[in-house]
């Protein structure tokens, strides 16, 4: 993949007010829509006042990760229709699922495989109602989620399936979306070190976006209270080169993340391009974003005289007793109403021009990317049974080699065992 950039930035890229204004629109809608998943179950277009009829009985999900996880989304569709990129998206706090159906749902994914929940106010009624609904979705990014590879429920484990997509798939971006609670995990520490492993002559590239919104469900996060130079300093010695985004004002975050993200993609173009032109500079650091922005941001501020945004109370439900506390009810419907939804959707429920056009077109769509479906896979060459065959007694260990030797040499395509340390050749 090589990323040209042969006109100025503003034509190309499309980070004039005018572009930022709609990615603001698609994220006002991606994020009403998550928090209809978590309350909602009737009146999904607010045609009528709210009433605790239209609020589930019992209220599941995570708020706090998915105004980052939208956010995201949203900069990463302006990237691919401005530059015509094969991103695959992985959400490492997959609990923020609310927000990626939100996602497909609008890039019309979501209603192309599940023809019931069309784009229209009786799509989005039952769109809200199965999420973590008796017979319906879970509340991760599982196998039901178009674009998906990683469900996130088990946290640790995005950065390295980042990293093996990308593997031998040399046109594609795999964009990780690491939470700061996920990344204290083991697994996740250990998968700083992907860049060691990511060969940019032959591979796909990795962009990891670590958020730094401040809280897991219940404390603090360690890599959010490390100071800034000790971050930077232990990023840069895994091989990677950390560009920051920082802000609570929409506009101002949507305008450095647009930078943010066009400067990571240039540089990933330039070193595959010198990479595959045989130019390999060792040693050079990878492009990654660390962003900071507040847990549950655009959510009630304070709920019962208690923070909630920018707090560990964002994390799952910032407001729990909906149905039976008159005052919750209200700040709900205030909170939904925020989003301006009547900008954002027509009268039958779809997404108005200015927002469903925002998006990019086929596979595309980070939520139809072939790669995540299963549409980009190399059939292996296995050897006949019959030559590797031991009649009578138990085969000795290296039978077994003798048969993943036969699958390499008859693969047209590169063949990687991923094993334990104690793998002998």
């Known amino acids: 993949m090589t990323i040209h950039t042969a006109v100025p930035a503003t034509e190309q890229l499309g980070t004039d007010p005018l572009a930022l204004e709609r990615v603001d629109a698609w994220w006002r809608a991606a ?13 999904p277009l607010l045609r009528q006042p709210l009433g605790p009829e239209d609020v589930k009985p019992r209220l599941l999900g995570h708020w706090g990760t998915v105004p980052g996880l939208t956010l995201t989304y949203a900069h990463l569709n302006r990237a691919i229709m401005a530059r015509g990129l094969s991103v695959l998206f992985v959400a490492g706090p997959g609990h923020g699922a609310a927000g990626l159906n939100a996602a497909a749902w609008l890039e019309g994914t979501y209603s192309e495989l599940y023809p019931d929940i069309a784009q229209d106010a009786e799509g989005m009624r039952r769109l809200f109602r199965q999420f973590s609904f008796p017979g319906g979705i879970p509340s991760h990014a599982s196998a039901h989620l178009p674009g998906s590879i990683h469900e996130g429920g088990e946290l640790g484990y995005s ?21 700061d609670g996920e ?15 990511l060969n940019p002559a032959r591979d796909g590239a990795v962009l990891p976006i670590l958020h730094l919104n401040g809280y897991k469900i219940a404390n603090p996060t360690v890599l959010s209270r490390l100071p800034r130079n000790d971050l930077t300093a232990m990023l840069l010695g895994y091989g990677w080169r950390p560009v920051e985004v920082e802000g609570d ?32 500079r060792r040693g050079t650091r990878r492009p990654m974003i660390v962003l900071r922005t507040p847990k549950g941001w ?20 910032p407001l ?4 039976e506390n008159p005052e919750h009810l209200a700040m709900l419907e205030n909170w939904l109403r925020s989003y301006r939804p009547g900008e954002l959707f027509d009268e039958d429920g779809a997404p108005v021009p200015w927002v469903g056009c925002w ?6 769509r980070m939520s139809a990317n072939p790669v995540a479906h299963g549409l980009a896979q190399h059939d292996l ?6 030559e590797h065959a031991v009649a009578g007694t138990p085969a000795p260990r290296w039978r077994c080699g003798c048969t993943c030797t036969g699958c390499v040499a008859r693969s047209p395509h590169p063949w990687c065992p991923w094993t334990a340390s104690t793998l002998s050749c």
Do not use: K
């Not at 998550?34 to 009737?42: F, K, R, S």
């Not at 729990?320 to 149905?323: K, S």
């Open 320 to 323: 729990t007793a909906v149905r």
């Open 31 to 43: 994020n009403y829509l998550a928090v209809g998943q978590i309350y909602l179950m009737d009146n």
């Open 298 to 317: 655009t959510g009630p501020a304070e709920v019962d005289g208690l923070r909630v945004e920018g707090s560990w109370r964002a994390h799952q439900v």
């Open 159 to 179: 950065l390295a399936h980042a990293t093996g997509a990308a593997l031998d798939n040399p046109d594609l971006v795999v964009a990780c979306v690491v939470g």
């Open 359 to 364: 998006r990019p077109q086929g596979e595309a």
């Open 249 to 280: 004002d929409p506009f101002e975050v949507h305008a450095a993340y647009a930078h943010a993200v066009d400067q990571c993609l240039d540089e990933i173009g330039e070193l595959q391009h010198e990479a595959r032109r045989g130019l390999i």
């Open 381 to 386: 060459r296995l050897p006949e049974p019959a």
């Open 183 to 197: 990344a204290e995990t083991g697994p996740l520490a250990a998968s700083w070190h992907a860049p060691a492993f």
